[in-house]
């Protein structure tokens, strides 16, 4: 319930509040999905990526995006559970 009564809290507050807090909601899921993007996609790319002979081995052995962004949540979740 307390989640109810704060998006009530919500809608009684003035428009230009609202406003902000949807401008700064928006960012901060936009750069969540950026980063997660640069993340996938700096794995992914390799220099020799785009040479001919190689290309199409890369595309073979390529891991699915899913996979990789999965990898990337699993790792991070037991770098933080290792150091605290």
């Known amino acids: 319930m307390d989640f109810i009564n704060s998006i009530q809290n919500l ?3 003035p428009r230009h509040v609202r ?7 928006v960012t901060v ?3 969540a999905v950026i980063a997660s993007w640069l993340m996938i996609a700096g794995r992914r790319i390799d220099l020799n990526m785009f040479d001919a002979s ?3 081995a890369q595309i073979e052995t390529a891991a ?4 990789v962004l ?6 991070t979740i037991d770098l933080f559970l290792n150091k605290f």
């Open 19 to 25: 406003r902000k807090i949807l401008f700064i909601s």
């Open 11 to 13: 809608q009684q507050k």
């Open 64 to 67: 699915s995006p899913f996979d």
């Open 54 to 56: 190689n290309m199409k």
């Open 29 to 31: 899921c936009m750069i």
């Open 70 to 75: 999965k990898n990337t949540f699993t790792e």
